[in-house]
């Protein structure tokens, strides 16, 4: 079976911390994903990666980078966490970058 | 640019009713098209998808799609809605190397 895994689930985290939220895939996919999901705005993107240590930003990428040493490994990292970046985030992967996407099961934020 | 609309925000229907949620999509050639499904505070979990052939779809938990391209349209169906069924409901547009594009979403309350 297909298996997208967000280590996190839940996380509390002081403005200006340091954040980093891991996601893991057992697919041997080449693509991964990053989205943020708000009540009323659905999903966005924040970045893509289609290979190791390659990215492209995606929709909403201000205030987020993203690593990606190891093909099943992709990391979203907040440089300093603000209140606005409260939200449920959500990692994704695919065999093509239009083909059918698997998710995790997602991570809360909350940035007090 | 490929886009997605589900034109219903927010739809309630009797438990045992039949359901119909829209989508209409914009994509410059043939697409491929998504339906996922996501409870509360979960990830999204595929129904069902339409690459080519037949342009009625069978998914999981008795979902199905028609792929009208005539109209441009992809509505998710199911003959008799269970409680269960409540959340809510994303459909989504690729193709190939283009990413995906999700709509913003309809969500489903049952009511007994």
């Known amino acids: 079976d297909v298996k997208v895994t967000q280590s996190s689930r839940y996380l509390v985290k002081r403005t200006g911390e340091k954040v980093f939220l891991e996601c893991v895939q057992d697919?041997?996919?080449?693509?991964m994903f990053w989205y943020r999901q708000d009540p009323g705005l659905g999903l966005r993107l924040i970045y893509f990666s289609y290979d190791v240590k390659m990215k492209e930003k995606g929709d909403i990428p201000e205030g987020y980078s993203v690593s990606r040493e190891k093909k099943e490994r992709f990391s979203l990292i907040l440089e300093s966490a603000s209140t606005n970046q409260t939200s449920m985030y959500l990692c994704?992967?695919?065999?093509?970058?239009?083909?059918?996407?698997?998710f995790g099961e997602g991570s809360w934020l909350t940035v007090v | 640019a490929q886009s997605v609309t589900q034109p219903d925000i927010h739809i309630t229907v009797s438990e045992g009713a039949s359901l119909e949620l829209r989508c209409n999509y914009s994509y410059g050639a043939t697409p491929y098209l998504f339906w996922y499904v996501q409870s509360p505070g979960q990830g999204l979990q595929l129904l069902l998808k339409y690459f080519s052939g037949d342009t009625l779809v069978q998914g999981i938990k008795g979902f199905e799609a028609e792929f009208k391209r005539s109209q441009s349209s992809f509505n998710l169906r199911k003959p008799s809605v269970h409680w269960s069924d409540a959340a809510e409901y994303f459909c989504?547009?690729?193709?190939?190397?283009?990413?995906?594009?999700f709509g913003t979403g309809t969500k489903l309350q049952v009511i007994p």
């Open positions: 994704a992967s695919s065999l093509t970058p239009g083909n059918t996407i698997y």
């Open positions: 989504a547009v690729g193709g190939g190397y283009q990413k995906v594009t």
């Open positions: 697919m041997d996919h080449e693509n």
